[in-house]
């Protein structure tokens, strides 16, 4: 319980940062800020697939925020979330895994991330006319923060990173505790090592919002009660807390099921596909 408070602790500089960025864009959406932002999209999936490599999940939440904000789009938030590792990695380097068994997870899965971001980006642009815009002013209408009544930017983003924090906090934390009563053993149960199905189990599990579960997925593949592709496909759908922050941020239920459903899909195939190749 100790580790899950420092580490959502961690989650606070990110979530300000972001907010604090978020605000910033929103007082100069217009001229040269706007036009950069434009541009930069066109490479999201690529800079959002080496950021969600770092591990640590704030880069998800940060991510998520960051599309309800309409600041990065749907591909280039799929790729972080595909990308992020969260615990995996340091759990493995505890354990004395080969360096290049981490090498291959995170190179396979910056590289799957990529693909499946600018794919993404391509077929949504060939499918819909009009891009989403900026509005920083859509998180606010969906939340009781009233920032909109203070001047600047420092008050409204202290506000939306307690409000976003606290939310984290009981709803992670009480999946923290079912995973402490439930945990690993509950998981060795689900047959992990048998094809295909272990991956569509294993996908199913990184989807749970909570560090404890990359953390559990590392033990069991260590210990031999999970195969390489139900590995690779639970960290593929493991965004850490970036699903639980954009379903508080993002109120379009029709975008967040379909972003969700995408990420279950693309990471079982892809942990199917890669988990070989371990």
């Not at 995170?106 to 949504?124: D, R, S």
């Not at 060939?126 to 420092?154: A, K, T, Y």
Request: hydrophobic share 50%; aromatic share 6%.
């Amino acid at each position: 319980m100790i580790e899950f408070i420092q580490e959502t602790l961690l989650l606070l500089p990110f979530l300000f940062g972001t907010y604090l960025v978020l605000e910033t864009i929103e007082a100069k959406a217009g001229g040269a800020l706007g036009r950069w932002l434009e541009r930069a999209r066109s490479v999201g999936p690529l800079a959002g697939s080496l950021a969600g490599a770092i591990p640590q999940c704030g880069v998800s939440a940060a991510a998520a925020s960051f599309y309800a904000g309409g600041v990065i789009t749907v591909g280039t938030l799929v790729a972080v979330f595909l990308s992020t590792s969260d615990e995996l990695l340091p759990v493995l380097l505890s354990k004395q895994a080969p360096v290049s068994l981490m090498s291959k997870i995170v190179g396979l899965k910056i590289l799957c991330a990529i693909a499946a971001g600018f794919t993404i980006n391509g077929i949504l642009a060939l499918l819909m006319r009009r891009r989403r815009d900026v509005s920083v002013g859509e998180l606010c209408e969906h939340s009781l923060c009233h920032c909109r009544e203070h001047r600047g930017i420092l008050v409204p983003a202290l506000i939306h990173t307690v409000e976003i924090f606290f939310f984290i906090a009981v709803v992670s934390g009480a999946i923290e505790l079912a995973m402490h009563f439930f945990g690993e053993g509950c998981l060795e149960k689900l047959q992990l090592t048998r094809p295909f199905f272990g991956e569509l189990a294993a996908g199913a599990i990184g989807l749970v919002p909570n560090c404890a579960v990359s953390v559990a997925g590392a033990e069991l593949y260590m210990n031999g009660a999970m195969s390489g592709g139900a590995l690779m496909a639970s960290s593929f759908t493991g965004s850490g807390l970036g699903l639980l922050v954009l379903l508080r941020t993002n109120r379009n239920l029709k975008e967040n099921v379909c972003i969700v459903l995408s990420v279950y899909v693309l990471g079982v195939v892809l942990g199917a596909l890669t988990g070989p190749l371990l």
